[in-house]
């Protein structure tokens, strides 16, 4: 998801430009992205262009109970400043601020990817225990079927006495 940010940091500076985003995500091993929308915001500050907008993403999630993938609907927040390393009407390199973050950098010839930044926000929006719905009475640790897909025909076990007040407590 890279952008051409040459003629924004030619503009003064508060100069701004809406971007609208319709991608398919690279699905690495820790996000499982399939796809992201939505609409951003370029805005040019004193030595940097900040990026701010709402993403949409599509992320395939396996459930925690069963085993089964899904895909889960997300939104992103994307806030974050992008600096240049190279100046605009020169091209020498330029000296990064010590705040900024080396994965949030605008290259030498001018294109700023915000991957890394929707990547962080998919992992941090994705659910830790996800599950494909709210009741999902997931698998049989006996047979191993699916409990959403059959009847389970295991026998239940009997409840060692020591838990049974616990057991009560929760109905």
Known sequence: MQLNVAHLLKEAEGSSQAVSL?????RSEDTHAEHVHGRIRLVLLDGGIWVTGQLNATVLCSCSRCLRDYSFGTQLQIDDIYYPVAAVSTGTPVA???????SFTIDDHHMLDISES??????LATPMKPLCQKECAGICSECGINRNEATCVCQDHEINPIWAPLLKMSL
């Open 22 to 26: 319709d991608a398919s995500f690279d």
């Open 96 to 102: 990064l601020p010590p705040e900024a973050d080396p």
């Open 118 to 123: 929707v990547r962080q926000s998919i992992i």
